[in-house]
């Protein structure tokens, strides 16, 4: 079965500064692999996903993510945070390929911007 | 712009209520799924349907029921509710064609007092 670790819980960064959270899955096949933001009282907003070719993907709001298949990672990245970046961050998984349609979510890292 | 919608969207209940929360997305989806998700925690799925008149249990067993009559509405039923129901119910939808990407509504917060 896949599943996925976000191993920060809470990231504190200042404006303009760069971003990386990170995210590890378990999954025995090529996953789908996604990132979602959830700001506070709102659903989820896909940032970005991958499927397959290139693993470096760009996403919206300045986001991209590189997908490691040797350290079953999928961090994303932003080179230069902005206060409205604070929010709730969701590393998801999904199998291919599989007659169940589900996609796992990870715990969550929860970012602050400070001025 | 949402193109899949919660109602209510904060919902304060008291114990014993039959509640429906709805949800309603105008994508032509088939495939669509209810998420619980308690404060700061992760989403656990509970409910997903892959079309008219299917519906199936996710992974977190949860006392309520869904139906799927009409494409574009999948609304979520607990008969007598609990205050170990209170959480954020977060409903999503998705196309087969153009990506494996949910697109998420703003999800209902309950409160079962």
């Known amino acids: 079965a896949q599943s996925v670790t976000q191993p920060d819980i809470h990231i504190t960064v200042s404006e303009g500064a760069s971003l990386e959270l990170r995210c590890n899955y378990s999954y025995g096949a090529t996953p789908y692999l996604f990132w979602y933001v959830q700001s506070p009282g709102q659903g989820l907003q896909l940032l970005l996903k991958?499927?397959?070719?290139?693993?470096l993907v760009q996403g919206i709001k300045g986001f991209e993510a590189e997908f490691k298949r040797s350290q079953s990672s999928f961090n994303l990245r932003k080179p230069s945070v902005h206060w409205s970046d604070a929010a709730e961050y969701f590393c998801a998984v999904g199998a291919q390929g599989t007659s169940y349609d589900k996609v796992i979510f990870g715990p969550g890292t929860s970012l602050s911007v400070i001025p | 712009e949402a193109d899949i919608y919660q109602t209510p969207r904060y919902l304060v209940i008291g114990t014993g209520k039959k509640i429906t929360l709805e949800c309603s997305q105008t994508m032509g989806h088939d495939k669509m799924y209810w998420y619980q998700q308690d404060p700061g925690m992760e989403l656990h799925l509970i409910h997903y349907?892959?079309?008219?008149?299917?519906?199936e249990k996710g992974d977190l067993s949860s006392e309520s029921t869904v139906s799927r009559i009409r494409t574009e509405h999948f609304p979520l039923t607990l008969e007598s509710a609990r205050p170990s129901h209170t959480s954020q119910y977060l409903c999503?939808?998705?196309?087969?064609?153009?990506?494996?990407?949910?697109?998420f509504g703003s999800g209902t917060r309950l409160t079962v007092v």
């Open positions: 349907s892959y079309g008219v008149n299917s519906t």
């Open positions: 999503a939808s998705r196309s087969q064609v153009g990506g494996y990407g949910y697109t």
């Open positions: 991958y499927f397959s070719g290139d693993t």
